[in-house]
């Protein structure tokens, strides 16, 4: 204890990574993940752009959809590129200022946190539009829309920041992160000393965006099926199902890893297992949302299919004028 009394926070953290696997094996998997990290971001601006330039995806499950899309693709933007760099350096892992590894820190858990909350609004979105259709247009205006939008974002926020905060505000021990990111529990387990009262702050935060937002999606969509089951025809009830069984797995994807990733206690988890584990929910888990939005969804399509009409129209009529 008295060696590690003398630390506050180290002049650099070095982020690990997998920076001990064989260089053959970390060349493969930059290989293999660079095309994902493509895909995922060309996929997520894709569903984005259409929700803001196709007159009709102007609806509030299209504009909650885009809001997500702008999510992931910045989740993507923040963890995906420094992952990618760290399989093509030397071994001995990837060194960053302290103030970078927070603002790492930060900004994925204001990410994640703002999803989490999406989630709910979008559950609750169609909660409105299926079994309250007669109050729908007026409940769900463009200005509640975006007060909607705009407390995600800033509880999501207000959390990234009471988090780092208080994890930053420890003494380390050492400056060695053991994950491909400054995660939170790879940070925390540095500390010296007592990190109880920062652990059950991690927890409640995951009780706090992951347990409730998730009981109430399943509450809604519960309500939703049953009323689905209940009226319309045929053509108009597997539409509605198609629509929220969309929504239900995302939501499903998202806190699913999320609850397996962060709802546990240090003592309990393998930062050897939770790095491998990152591999799948920060490169394939964000591909799965424009696939299962994508091909699941008649109005997107629709949409993406006038998108091309235009572009090949716009461009024989450039080459007809020249």
Known sequence: MSHCSNWTTPQEFVILGFSGWPQWLRALLFALLLPLYLVTLAGNLLILGLAVVDAALHTPMYFFLGALSAVEAAYTLVLTPRMLAGFLLPPGGQAVAPSTCAAQMGLFVALGGSECLLLAAMALDRYLAICRPL????????????CLLASCCAGGSVLAMGLTTAIFQLSFCSGMVNHVFCDLPAVLVLACGSRDLQEHVLLAACLLLLVLPLALILMSYTRVLVVILGVGGPAGRRKAFHTVASHLTVAVLHYGCATVMYARPLRNRSLEEDKLASLIYINLTPLLYPAIYTLRNR??????QRALSAGTRGTAHQDGAA
């Open 135 to 146: 109050y729908y247009p007026q409940l769900m205006t463009p200005g509640l829309c975006w």
């Open 299 to 304: 109005d997107v399509q629709g949409a993406l």
